[in-house]
């Protein structure tokens, strides 16, 4: 219906918080106490943990991007990130309750020979660094030989928000990476590169090879708009190396999953990004329609 829509087009164009509904209509006048016992209860935030519990037995890591946005295609009110708003104001050694939640699929092989590609632009990386982690660890203290990794990350700029650069330097140093690549979206003077921009341009065969002929393994650490893309990229690498058809391809990309050789690692939504917000209320209308 009209109405529907309406509601769908202010809901993710506005995103907004009790606060700015009732200033935005001013008619409705609900009891503090009714709105109280109304309010959900604050859901977990789930972050990856970023280090190796063999490196570091007694603490745990996380890799936090601080958010922050503007509602209303960047000139609405300044809405922040809950959890990591929080995280960055308390102050050292003060208390964060918090629980551990296993992923029984997304961990280093059993088998340091398997090759591995990471993929990780942002605080995707997380996880990964628990992996080179645990691979330094085992290399050093336990005298295992890993077959390299090849490591893709992204950010925006180099001198910005590369994250870890100088640890995953490191690590290449020390044989735990056979590669590393960076794409740079924001870097003055070069095109804007992305991490599936990477695996197509320059690591199709390699990709091609660790999923099918080395029986390898690939996971891919992000928000839900990045995962889809690199996944187009890797069913169109299959087509192309492979000589595969496109539904051949996705039988595949199935069967990897199945096998836990392709892996995934997804963030809910990307509140700033409005691609995501346009692509929902997209769907939202699409599925009124349908009923």
């Not at 829509?5 to 164009?13: A, L």
């Not at 090759?115 to 628990?130: K, M, N, Q, W």
């Not at 990350?153 to 330097?169: A, M, N, P, V």
């Given at each position: 219906?009209?109405?529907?829509?309406?509601?769908?087009?202010?809901?993710?164009?506005s995103s907004p918080t009790i606060p700015e509904v009732l200033h935005e209509f001013p008619s409705v006048r609900v009891p503090t106490s009714l709105l109280l016992l109304s309010l959900p209860l604050l859901q977990p935030r789930y972050y990856s943990i970023s280090s190796s519990p063999d490196a570091h037995p007694s603490e745990v890591h996380l890799t936090v991007g601080v958010l922050s946005y503007h509602t209303q295609n960047g000139k609405g009110p300044l809405h922040y990130g809950v959890c990591s708003t929080w995280l960055n104001s308390i102050?050292?050694?003060?208390?964060?309750?918090?629980?551990?939640?296993?992923?029984?699929?997304?961990?280093?092989?059993?088998?340091?020979?398997?090759?591995?590609?990471?993929?990780?632009?942002?605080?995707?990386?997380?996880?990964?660094?628990?992996?080179?982690?645990?691979?330094?660890?085992?290399?050093?203290?336990?005298?295992?030989?890993?077959?390299?990794?090849?490591?893709?990350?992204?950010?925006?700029?180099?001198?910005?928000?590369?994250?870890?650069?100088?640890?995953?330097?490191?690590?290449?140093?020390?044989?735990?990476?056979?590669?590393?690549?960076?794409?740079?979206?924001?870097?003055?003077?070069?095109?804007?590169?992305?991490?599936?921009?990477?695996?197509?341009?320059?690591?199709?065969?390699?990709?091609?090879?660790?999923?099918?002929?080395?029986?390898?393994?690939?996971?891919?650490?992000?928000?839900?708009?990045?995962?889809?893309?690199?996944?187009?990229?890797?069913?169109?690498?299959?087509?192309?190396?492979?000589?595969?058809?496109?539904?051949?391809?996705?039988?595949?990309?199935?069967?990897?999953?199945?096998?836990?050789?392709?892996?995934?690692?997804?963030?809910?939504?990307?509140?700033?990004?409005?691609?995501?917000?346009?692509?929902?209320?997209?769907?939202?209308?699409?599925?009124?329609?349908?009923?």
């Open positions: 219906s009209q109405g529907t829509q309406e509601y769908e087009e202010w809901k993710w164009y102050n050292p050694k003060e208390t964060v309750p918090c629980f551990v939640r296993r992923a029984p699929t997304f961990h280093l092989p059993s088998d340091p020979s398997e090759p591995c590609i990471l993929v990780g632009p942002g605080t995707g990386i997380a996880p990964f660094r628990s992996f080179w982690q645990q691979r330094l660890y085992d290399m050093e203290h336990k005298g295992v030989k890993p077959l390299g990794m090849t490591l893709v990350f992204g950010c925006r700029q180099s001198d910005k928000d590369h994250i870890y650069k100088e640890e995953t330097l490191e690590a290449k140093q020390k044989g735990v990476f056979k590669e590393i690549y960076t794409g740079y979206s924001r870097e003055p003077g070069i095109p804007k590169t992305y991490v599936q921009h990477i695996l197509r341009d320059k690591l199709s065969k390699d990709v091609f090879q660790t999923l099918h002929s080395k029986k390898g393994h690939m996971y891919v650490c992000g928000d839900v708009t990045m995962a889809r893309d690199v996944m187009c990229v890797v069913q169109k690498v299959l087509v192309s190396q492979g000589g595969l058809s496109y539904s051949e391809a996705e039988e595949l990309l199935s069967l990897l999953k199945k096998e836990k050789r392709y892996h995934e690692d997804i963030f809910g939504l990307v509140l700033h990004s409005q691609e995501v917000r346009t692509r929902i209320h997209s769907q939202s209308y699409s599925e009124e329609e349908d009923r």
